[in-house]
């Protein structure tokens, strides 16, 4: 064992470049706690699974971070992740420009010191400051660090009614008040005490520093908040989670490592018998590491011998997800999101050699998006955040889990500066933490399971281009959950839908369009919200969109867009008795017949359907009366025939050459490429713009294969249903009017579209074409053979592509006839004398 200080010293050496594993905040992180605007929460994106793999492939796709999946994770704990950091009223109130009043002296952060430098160390540099604006660097960094914020806020009287925006799909059970609330048994308070009586020193020259001690106080030993803040936390459908311990269970698992105990062991005295002279890294990286905190933690501070796991915790919005309140200030070292994290990890972590050895060029992106997907999962449906409970047990053992955190628990004592000594009985501490964690798995984590899953989500994703104009007299506090609900439903993402924010006054850009989640809600804060140009004026805004997409449809045309996204175009309004005079009608029909594919929705507070209907498409599905609250709450529940409107516009299919001006002329031969995963359908829909008149030309639609994957792909047509399937018994269905044919691995499927409007005398009266794509495929356990799609523009490695190509479509439009315009300006005329008169 001789070899053994040496290692260490080594060891030691390099970790000194590590600026998150010292004992105070990271210079790189520093703006997120000095810069008042990035230090408030409310001005950073809500904390979501789907923003964090948004921001995760920013940085995978920045050309200056050229890192696989292993070295990616772990360079993003060592960049951003530093767990602990607290807030400590300087004891002058004179705030000094020179001291920041926030230093990592959370219990948790002793643990991720270890991490960093000794169980998932990084030979590579950190990330560069720039590689991700300040905002979202910031908002990386709560998603990874671990820390309990005790501070009084002030609306504590409201935390006990947070329940309400659990999502009741996520219910849980009633727990017993002893769940909650830790009972200090007096005896075993004093026997603790008595017999480890004395405090530890810490030798000012160690480099562990702890400055509660004698410094100043944390403001969780001075008045703690009966409700708590717990950083570091992620928002999913499957329960909040601690995104720190998922990343540390991935990257510790794509290097698998035993580590000698004495490596983790200050001064290298060991104060426990019987320990096991290695851990696995991925136990203290996750499972094993909470439980160590807890063990040592509530076995000193309180004497207990029975050790509790688990805190449930709400947030205080259901969409605004960026405040998680724990339900207890007590026993916080294993909460209900670091549960979540801590099995999310280790699971995803012992499957990485696998995973890595079927898709080697795999992405962390893509990992965390089919663990935390509905359907599929990571390469095998049972890889799915909804099978976590069913996952704990098969991977790991109670005996295997007991023995790992006895020695890490060993370790960590060495470590962390606590109340009390142990001095006997740690086996047992440890025992009850593992068989506590277990139960508790079992028993109170009633996420939504995988059954429910299946029955509460699609099995169709959207790309739909979603434009809102909003009207800005509604409140932020109102709208902000609404705006927030709709694209997390329509997946705005990379390979998803986008977003753009326009005026409902003006028609003005307020928000550019983006594909990033994390972008639009970085930009979209209470201070841009309140600078909108209020009120609403029609005539002017749908003017203004019109000529936007009209100069849309010719960029399309010039970038020989055949399609694959759907157009959407949702006013939200709060203003009463919008004025609708034939000259806001004129726009509505001008942009109704040049820009045929899109979709103009209305959703206002107030019934305004009799003013409104003259401006839609379909008068009976196109307008809703939505009832938005202060509270945000309900979103879900009023937006649902919104979204359900707008997942109902398929994709587009279109004749590039058409443009704007919608003149003669006709495609030719012209394909785009889309994808397809197992069991999923993709619906598109073809206006009859581009195939009113039958011209004796061959004009079809034809889907082939193009590349490999799995089962056959059934492909449906129907005049009527904008979702055609070959299910009779699916809703929806009307069988009559849908007709199906299946493609196998070769060959193609064509529908001709002649005389498909021979019995419609206008062109906006002869319904589209409406098609759908489906896989029949089904992902199973070990049925994953090999990626079959890996380019850059893959979303999963299994996804099925197809080619959608089209034949001689030609360009009609409603408004190349001269009625059009003249009725228009006899309209223009007519104001413009009633104005004078
Ligand atoms: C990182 O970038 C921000 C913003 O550009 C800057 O304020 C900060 O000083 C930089 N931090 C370091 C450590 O360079
Ligand atoms: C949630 O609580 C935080 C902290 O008190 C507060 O700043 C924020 O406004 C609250 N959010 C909502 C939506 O109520
Ligand atoms: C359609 O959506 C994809 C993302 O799914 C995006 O990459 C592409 O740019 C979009 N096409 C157009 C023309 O907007
Ligand atoms: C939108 O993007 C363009 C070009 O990138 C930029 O010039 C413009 O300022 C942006 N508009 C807004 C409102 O952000
Ligand atoms: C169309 O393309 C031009 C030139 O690239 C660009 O300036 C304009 O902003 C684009 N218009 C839209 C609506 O995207
Ligand atoms: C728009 O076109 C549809 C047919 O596609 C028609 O029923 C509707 O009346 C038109 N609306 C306007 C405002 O022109
Ligand atoms: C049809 O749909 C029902 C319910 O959606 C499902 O149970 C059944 O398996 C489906 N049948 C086929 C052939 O896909």
Not at 176 to 203: C, Q, W, Y
Not at 610 to 630: E, G, K, P
Request: aromatic share 8%.
């Amino acid at each position: 064992m001789f070899w053994l200080p040496i290692l260490l010293v080594a060891a030691i050496g390099s970790a000194h470049g590590q600026q998150t594993a010292q004992t105070r905040v990271a210079d790189e992180l520093s703006e997120c706690y000095r810069d008042p605007n990035l230090l408030n929460r409310n001005n950073l994106p809500p904390v979501t699974m789907q923003v964090l793999i948004d921001i995760i492939r920013k940085i995978e796709d920045n050309p200056n971070v050229n890192m696989d999946l292993r070295q990616l994770s772990t360079v993003l704990l060592h960049t951003y992740r530093q767990d602990g950091i607290e807030f400590h009223q300087p004891e002058n109130t004179i705030t000094s420009s020179n001291v920041l009043p926030f230093a990592p002296t959370f219990h948790a952060f002793h643990r991720h010191r270890l991490l960093l430098t000794r169980l998932i160390p990084n030979n590579l540099q950190v990330l560069a400051n720039d590689t991700v604006s300040s905002v979202l660097k910031c908002t990386l960094h709560h998603m990874l660090s671990t820390t309990v914020d005790a501070r009084v806020r002030g609306d504590e009287s409201s935390c006990n009614m947070l329940s309400q925006y659990r999502s009741l799909r996520t219910a849980r059970s009633a727990r017993s008040i002893s769940e909650d609330v830790e009972i200090l048994k007096p005896a075993a308070l004093k026997s603790a005490t008595r017999r480890n009586g004395h405090m530890r020193h810490f030798d000012p020259n160690n480099d562990v520093e702890f400055s509660s001690f004698g410094g100043s106080l944390s403001e969780r030993q001075v008045v703690g908040s009966t409700c708590p803040l717990l950083d570091g936390v992620v928002n999913t459908p499957w329960g909040a989670v601690s995104a720190g311990h998922l990343i540390a269970g991935i990257a510790a698992g794509a290097q698998p490592q035993q580590v000698n105990i004495f490596e983790l062991v200050r001064d290298s005295t060991l104060n426990y018998r019987n320990v096991q002279q290695t851990v696995n890294s991925l136990f203290p990286a996750t499972l094993s590491g909470d439980l160590a905190e807890a063990v040592l933690i509530q076995g000193t501070e309180r004497g207990s011998t029975s050790i509790s796991i688990g805190t449930a915790g709400n947030w205080n919005s259901t969409q605004a997800t960026r405040h998680f309140m724990l339900q207890n200030r007590v026993n916080v070292e294993m909460t209900d999101p670091e549960i979540r994290g801590d099995i999310d990890g280790f699971v995803l972590g012992r499957s990485m050699t696998s995973l890595l050895g079927a898709f080697s060029s795999m992405k962390l992106s893509q990992l965390l998006d089919m663990y935390y997907s509905p359907r599929n999962g990571a390469l095998d449906p049972n890889l799915r955040a909804c099978n976590r409970r069913q996952l704990l047990p098969s991977y790991v053992t109670s005996e295997s889990l007991i023995s790992e955190t006895y020695a890490f628990a060993a370790a960590l004592d060495t470590n962390m500066p606590l109340r009390g000594t142990i001095v006997d009985g740690m086996e047992q501490l440890v025992t009850s933490a593992v068989t506590n964690l277990m139960t508790y798995a079992t028993n109170n984590m009633n996420d939504m399971n995988c059954a429910t899953t299946l029955t509460q989500s699609n099995d169709f994703r959207l790309n739909t281009h979603l434009y809102i104009a909003l009207d800005s007299s509604w409140s932020y506090a109102a709208v902000f959950p609404a705006i927030s609900h709709l694209i997390d439903s329509i997946e705005v993402g990379k390979f998803g839908s986008s977003i753009t924010l326009l005026s409902a006054f003006d028609g003005s850009i307020i928000i550019n369009t983006t594909h990033s989640l994390a972008d639009f809600y970085a930009e979209y804060t209470q201070n841009r919200h309140v600078q909108i140009p209020n009120g609403v004026n029609l005539e002017t805004s749908l003017n203004a969109i019109r000529l936007r997409m009209q100069d849309t449809l010719r960029n399309e045309s010039s970038a020989n867009y055949v399609g694959g996204n759907s157009t959407v175009l949702l006013y939200l309004i709060n203003s009463g008795n919008l004025q609708v005079n034939s000259a806001v009608q004129e726009h509505a029909r001008l942009l109704n017949d040049t820009v045929p594919d899109l979709r103009l929705l209305f959703a206002s507070s107030n019934n305004q359907y009799d003013t409104l209907w003259t401006l839609v498409r379909d008068m009976y599905s196109d307008i809703f009366t939505i009832n938005l609250n202060q509270a945000g709450t309900n979103v879900a529940n009023a937006m649902q025939p919104v979204l359900q409107r707008i997942q109902r516009v398929g994709r587009r299919i279109v004749n590039p050459i058409c443009g704007a001006a919608f003149a003669e002329g006709t495609s030719g031969t012209r394909q785009f490429i889309d994808a397809v995963e197992p069991g999923y359908v993709n619906f598109y829909a073809l206006s009859a713009n581009y195939f009113y008149v039958s011209d004796n030309v061959n004009r079809k639609v034809r889907i082939s294969r193009s590349g490999a994957g799995a089962g056959s792909l059934i492909i449906c047509s129907s005049r009527t249903n904008p979702q055609p399937r070959d299910n009779s018994t699916a809703s929806n269905q009307d069988t009559a009017a849908t007709a199906c044919q299946t493609l196998g691995a070769s060959g193609n499927v064509e529908i001709s579209l002649v005389d498909y409007c021979a019995d419609y005398s206008t062109i906006s009266s002869c319904p589209p074409l409406y098609l759908s794509i489906r896989s029949d495929a089904e992902l199973t356990a070990g049925s994953f053979a090999s990626a079959v799609c890996t380019d850059a523009s893959c979303r999963f490695p299994y996804n099925i592509r197809y080619q959608v190509q089209v034949e001689e479509l030609g360009c009609w439009s409603g408004a190349s006839s001269v009625t059009a315009s003249f009725i228009f300006i006899l309209a223009s005329l007519y104001f413009t004398l009633k104005g004078s008169l």
